[in-house]
């Protein structure tokens, strides 16, 4: 096996240290927000945004005017965009069904799946107005019937962007706030004077965003670890250098620690890509972006086989994954450590990220391996239930309870099966025993 690197990313240790101040940080972040509530992230906001206004949150009149300054063809690529996100997430939700079963003769388990009852949607908004984020986030959860959205997004340019406030209200938000950042993030799971906390927090940010999720999970439930944006490209001699370099800096082009990483069997490929990434760098206006994280987070891996690309790719486990080879659903079938996948030339991640249907938030930093992206299961809860229908079931059942829970040292355990396989089986189980043994039909 060979493996070879033409260009590496920064070292692991160099990141652990970036993630380590990220983590001082926010943690001091959380804790002012905890105690000052929104004079607090009034001071965050006017520190990190320039942004004070009278309130945080946009009253009706303002959503209407902000929608207003939305042209009508900007609105009709924003509702088309949102009812492919709605129709995918719809089949999705219509895959998940309620059960209900009789396991054994009066004995009947289901389950249901309940919408989480409050959620905070993160819509990105700082470098750029991230409109496709609320299709994500805030239309996937009013698919799932989440009975409060409320959702942030920061100022862009010192003021609401008209385009993500549409976005946000078309995709059903009851609460619309402009704030930004750890402040928001925050805001929304702590509570504050004036904004009730949600059970939930979803959406993808920046490494600041990233980390208070992390920290607040537990306190509040979230979507997943979706932090910078990564991009891997695996690629054979069926393209090019310039498609593989157009589809690596589309996605370096977020942040400057956006990992962009191409796997490939084909040392030519790779050289080209290479070359391309140096052209393209040189007229594409976000190239300061580009380049940066090009430079710091890009890696050019050459591989000798097919088996090795896939090692390789499952060993990061990318958040996305474009696979132009000759034999791209040979990947579709033995990748398992992916955020999504983009399956040919046809395709890419921007489809993914805008348009086509796919949620745009997925797991980062490797989370991939134990974690699929946003999706409307994961603004679902599936909580079980049961009952014993007759006395016959419940004297079964709690006679193999009451042993098992004796097995195990339960004895109060045990007397909630003994007494009521005394009251509806008409056993004498002395107290603190396990019941006795009976013959029973399997």
């Not at 089949?91 to 396991?103: F, G, H, K, N, P």
């Not at 134990?370 to 299961?377: E, S």
């Amino acid at each position: 096996m060979t493996i070879r690197h033409l260009k590496s990313a920064r070292s692991l240790e160099a990141r652990a240290q970036d993630d380590a101040k990220t983590r001082t940080i926010v943690e001091s972040t959380l804790k002012d927000i905890e105690l000052r509530g929104d004079t607090a992230v009034r001071d965050l906001s006017e520190k990190f945004d320039s942004y004070t206004p009278a309130s945080f949150r946009l009253s009706d009149s303002d959503i209407d005017g902000l929608m207003a300054k939305v042209t009508s063809r900007e609105m009709a690529d924003i509702k088309f965009a949102q009812k492919q996100v709605r129709n995918f997430a719809q089949a999705q939700r219509d895959s998940m069904l309620d059960i209900e079963v009789e396991t054994l003769p009066g004995v009947v388990l289901g389950h249901k799946n309940i919408p989480v009852q409050s959620v905070g949607c993160y819509i990105p908004g700082g470098k750029f107005p991230m409109v496709a984020s609320a299709h994500m986030s805030v239309a996937t959860a009013s698919v799932a019937k989440v009975p409060r959205i409320i959702a942030a997004t920061p100022p862009f340019k010192g003021a609401p962007n008209p385009a993500v406030i549409a976005a946000m209200k078309l995709g059903g938000a009851h609460e619309i706030y402009v704030m930004g950042g750890i402040q928001a993030i925050g805001a929304m799971a702590l509570g504050t004077e004036t904004i009730d906390p949600v059970h939930m927090l979803v959406g993808p940010g920046n490494a600041f965003v990233a980390e208070a999720k992390r920290q607040l999970f537990g306190r509040v439930g979230i979507d997943l670890f979706a932090g910078p944006t990564e991009t891997m490209v695996i690629a054979d001699d069926t393209v090019d250098g310039e498609l593989c370099a157009t589809d690596l800096l589309g996605q370096a082009e977020h942040g400057y620690n956006s990992p962009s990483v191409l796997v490939t069997n084909s040392e030519k490929l790779a050289r080209d890509t290479l070359l391309e990434i140096d052209r393209l760098l040189k007229i594409l206006p976000t190239a300061d972006t580009a380049g940066k994280s090009w430079e710091d987070y890009g890696e050019v891996i050459v591989c000798d086989t097919y088996d090795e690309m896939l090692a390789v790719a499952d060993d990061i486990a990318s958040e996305h994954v474009q696979v132009m080879t000759d034999r791209d659903d040979w990947f579709l079938e033995h990748m398992t450590c992916y955020g999504a996948l983009f399956l040919g030339a046809r395709t890419n991640v921007s489809n993914g990220d805008k348009v086509i249907g796919t949620n745009h938030t997925l797991p980062t930093k490797k989370a991939g391996r134990y974690t699929g992206g946003l999706w409307v299961g994961k603004f679902l809860k599936t909580h079980s239930y049961q009952r014993i229908l007759t006395d016959e079931a419940a004297t079964m059942i709690g006679e193999y309870g009451s042993r098992l829970c004796m097995l195990e040292g339960f004895v109060g355990h045990a007397e909630q099966c003994n007494i009521r396989v005394r009251r509806y089986g008409g056993i004498n189980v002395p107290y603190g025993e396990g019941a006795p043994y009976r013959d029973h039909k399997e």
